[in-house]
């Protein structure tokens, strides 16, 4: 995580989060054109997040319902007006790209397979968001129509020649992915928080939800690949987390609805 300095001035922001900004030493944590992180280094550290008024309506939520089962911090405010604003408390600890774990992958990978496991057995009955895979498709959809094509991220396109044969593949199989788990919806490395070796909590929940197990898997795959610049520890992530609950043919499905993604 890289923080750099900034100097911010309280009475820009909402009235209730002024005095907590006041006299606080303040960082960037990440900036998008999407998304600004802001930690503010006071007491024992918080996150605010900034977006576009309804942009965090989601992680909102989900936040206070993963925190009730102790997966992440516990939300302080969220208050939408021209814009939105989400205060958290922050979770102590790295996060999985740390040069620490990476040093250790094997140790890594299991470690995220267990995890995964632990939080795709969990109740979710009473999940604020019970169809997952509804919104991935929709939002595949609308992607779709409005011309994203992922080729920055994923140059090979996973392996899809075009948007038309990935695009294919997504209206061939849309019934086959499944809510049947709770998941993260987005489970790569960044995003999974850990204290010395201690599963610490999730960040980054906008995308979860009661959805299909193979989302997560995708991501955690894709993750290992991506950040130690290797596919080597595929397999192992297969054979940890159960070889026997993954269907290949629902990770290729899923590849061809993130190229819009």
């Not at 019934?175 to 960040?203: E, K, R, S």
Request: overall charge negative; proline content about 3%.
């Amino acid at each position: 995580m890289t923080l750099t300095p900034i100097t911010i001035n309280p009475d820009s922001f909402p009235a209730d989060l002024r005095p907590l900004l006041r006299n606080a030493m303040c960082y960037d944590s990440a900036c998008s054109p999407e998304m600004r992180v802001i930690f503010i280094d006071k007491d024992n550290g918080y996150f605010l997040k900034i977006g576009s008024q309804g942009a965090l309506t989601r992680q909102a939520e989900h936040m206070r319902y993963f925190h009730k089962k102790d997966l992440t911090a516990r939300v302080l405010s969220y208050i939408s007006e021209e814009m939105d604003y989400l205060l958290t408390e922050k979770i102590h600890g790295d996060d999985c790209t740390a040069e620490k774990y990476l040093a250790r992958p094997e140790k890594l990978c299991d470690l995220l397979a267990e995890q995964l496991l632990r939080l795709h057995a969990m109740d979710f009955s009473d999940c604020p968001t019970q169809n997952h895979t509804a919104w991935y498709l929709a939002k595949t959809g609308e992607n779709y129509r409005n011309g994203t094509y992922n080729k920055d991220d994923f140059p090979d396109s996973f392996g899809y020649k075009n948007e038309a044969e990935a695009w294919a593949v997504v209206q061939a199989n849309r019934n086959i992915l499944q809510n049947t788990a709770l998941i993260h919806g987005d489970y790569c490395l960044p995003n999974v928080m850990l204290n010395d070796w201690h599963f610490a909590g999730f960040i980054d929940l906008d995308n979860a939800g009661v959805g299909d197990s193979h989302v997560d898997i995708f991501w955690a795959i894709w993750s290992l690949r991506f950040n130690l610049h290797t596919d080597n520890y595929r397999q192992r992530f297969i054979d940890a987390y159960g070889r026997s609950k993954i269907d290949e043919e629902k990770l290729h499905i899923i590849a061809a609805m993130e190229v819009f993604l």
